[in-house]
Nanobody, 121 residues
Framework: QVQLVESGGGLVQAGGSLRLSCTAS????????MGWYRQAPGKQRELVAT???????NYADSVKGRFTISRDNAKKTVVLQMNSLKPEDTAVYYC???????????????WGQGTQVTVSS
């Protein structure tokens, strides 16, 4: 019923920028938290950044000062602006959201299918 769709991944040179977007659809009342995770080959999935409905943000230490997370509640979209990209940022990036569906009194967590980000040296 609820779906998260990512876009904006691609190939970029070190020092470049990419803008990832994730849009939620379905019978949604509100989305308390939206965020991004990433997983590189052979590594565990890790948190990149999150943002609450009150615009409180949280970033992994490795991306602080380079990445910015924001959201558009009307469009049910979360955006990750990635600047000064490094080869170690190469990974599949996954959108993640805590969603309250219409008629429910609790949150359910959802994942997108992921989008590939590759940064060349």
């Amino acid at each position: 019923q609820v779906q998260l769709v990512e876009s904006g991944g691609g190939l970029v040179q070190a020092g470049g920028s990419l803008r990832l977007s994730c849009t939620a659809s379905g019978n949604i009342l509100r989305i308390p938290v939206m965020g991004w995770y990433r997983q590189a080959p052979g590594k565990q999935r890790e948190l990149v950044a999150t943002i609450t409905s009150g615009s409180n943000t949280n970033y992994a230490d490795s991306v602080k000062g380079r990445f910015t997370i924001s959201r558009d509640n009307a469009k049910k979209t979360v955006v990750l602006q990635m600047n000064s990209l490094k080869p170690e940022d190469t990974a599949v990036y996954y959108c993640n959201s805590d969603v309250v569906r219409v008629g429910y009194a609790f949150v359910v967590n959802y994942w997108g299918q992921g989008t590939q980000v590759t940064v060349s040296s």
